[in-house]
């Protein structure tokens, strides 16, 4: 019984085949049957276009947040600063995987600027910070600096040194305080005063400090707008901290380590009272937003290769309809109907299969001329010149499953609704 079942199967298998591939007739139902496997293909390729396309966007995206958050954080779990003195600092900086910690001092900050004003995030950090994140290397305007000893003449005519402070200053806050190079006109930044509710004068209410603009940083919209970065002593200074006190600790890893494994191994370490954060928990909706998007584009994709496989449904219909003769030849000849749409079900997913083949191909090839030689352009008001492209095989199997499921759907809805 089951070689019998086998044969049959085979017999329906070159039916299917010579239903596609041996029409010596160009009529309607051949011409809607290529018209089915080629819209099954464009829309397999642009599923994996688009979805190549915004995983390169997002991996662009992603480095440049990288570049200023660095790959672990610790921060107390209540309140708002730690004390070096309160954990063994010394016992982290040797944990196995990590290679640099950097301590960060951060407020909201008032910072004025001849007519302007602009309300920031003051990041104070220490001379460790460029080996945690690549802010040095992102600098568009200026050095990468936060202090400087001058020169200076005092009231009675001799030279003391002086400590200057730099800001390097988020590219938006940069422009909106007006600043349009690197000035001798001191920034005043104005910090509440802690433990002080109400004051009546500035004085009272706020510490006041000068620093120069040292330059200007483009990196990414949410930071350029908000992040000014300078010496972690003088923001302790003007928020009135303790010099071992500070908000956050980041850590950047040593080549190979593993983020997860270091991050459990330094929460061992210092216990209930802190948090470590990786780089997806210090910016959860950026990463929640983009999976959300990512999985709305899928499903609007999903939605254009289900009208597609309409045709499939308009082809097997006519087709079926078509050879009614030869269905009825060999139904007389004992082939069971159950067997008679097997073929029309094998000749359906044939044209499915074959689409989604070409499909896959073309979005491929797509997708490495645009890596390789970057065709479409962006424009160079953009961190990339081309569109960014990373094709990934995880999406090149949920393609493949995700049209061939709604495709052989499509197929047996048409095999059932007409009856053989």
């Not at 008032?110 to 080996?131: C, F, K, P, Q």
């Not at 992040?227 to 190979?256: H, K, N, W």
């Not at 928990?281 to 597609?308: C, D, H, N, T």
């Not at 999406?395 to 197929?411: E, G, H, N, R, W």
């Amino acid at each position: 019984m089951s070689n019998q079942s086998s044969k049959l199967f085979s017999l329906s298998s070159l039916i299917a085949r010579r239903y596609f591939f041996s029409r010596k007739q160009r009529t309607v139902i051949n011409i809607i049957s290529w018209i089915s496997l080629i819209g099954i293909a464009v829309s397999t390729a642009a599923l994996i276009i688009v979805l190549s396309v915004y995983n390169g966007i997002g991996q662009v995206t992603q480095t440049l947040f990288n570049s200023f958050d660095p790959e672990l954080v610790v921060q107390p779990a209540q309140g708002k600063t730690l004390h070096l003195h309160d954990i063994d600092y010394d016992a982290l900086c040797r944990t196995d995987g990590v290679a640099t910690v950097s301590q960060i001092a951060e407020e909201n900050a008032w910072m004025t600027y001849r007519h302007n004003e602009a309300i920031v995030s003051l990041r104070g950090v220490d001379g460790n910070y460029h080996l945690v994140t690549g802010l040095d290397t992102l600098l568009y305007e200026g050095i990468y600096r936060f202090t400087d000893t001058v020169a200076a003449p005092d009231d009675e005519g001799d030279t003391m040194l002086t400590t200057v402070h730099y800001l390097l200053m988020g590219a938006e806050v940069y422009y909106n305080l007006g600043v349009r190079d690197v000035s001798n006109i001191p920034v005043a930044i104005h910090i509440p005063k802690r433990g002080v509710a109400l004051g009546l004068t500035m004085d009272e209410a706020f510490n006041t400090g000068y620093a120069l603009p040292g330059g200007n940083f483009y990196i990414q919209q949410d930071i350029d707008n908000r992040y000014v970065v300078t010496d972690i002593d003088f923001v302790r200074q003007l928020m009135d901290y303790a010099d071992d006190e500070c908000t956050t600790l980041a850590i950047a890893l040593q080549p190979g380590a593993r983020v997860s494994k270091v991050k459990t191994a330094v929460a061992a370490l210092l216990g209930d009272g802190y948090r470590v954060l990786d780089r997806f928990e210090q910016q959860p909706i950026y990463y929640k937003v983009f999976r959300s998007e990512r999985l709305g584009i899928y499903l609007i994709l999903a939605l254009i290769v289900l009208i597609s496989t309409l045709n499939l449904v308009a082809s097997l219909s006519l087709l079926m309809m078509d050879k009614r003769h030869d269905i009825a030849t060999l139904r007389s000849m004992g082939m069971p109907a159950r067997q008679v749409r097997r073929i029309f079900r094998i000749e359906g997913v044939l044209i499915a299969a074959m689409g989604v083949a070409a499909g896959l191909l073309l979005g491929f090839v797509v997708c490495f001329v645009q890596q390789q030689w970057g065709v479409v352009k962006m424009g160079s008001n953009f961190v990339v010149n081309a569109f960014p492209v990373a094709m990934h095989g995880i999406d090149f199997l949920l393609t493949t499953a995700m049209v061939m499921a709604l495709s052989t759907l499509a197929v047996l809805f048409a095999v059932r609704k007409n009856k053989v």
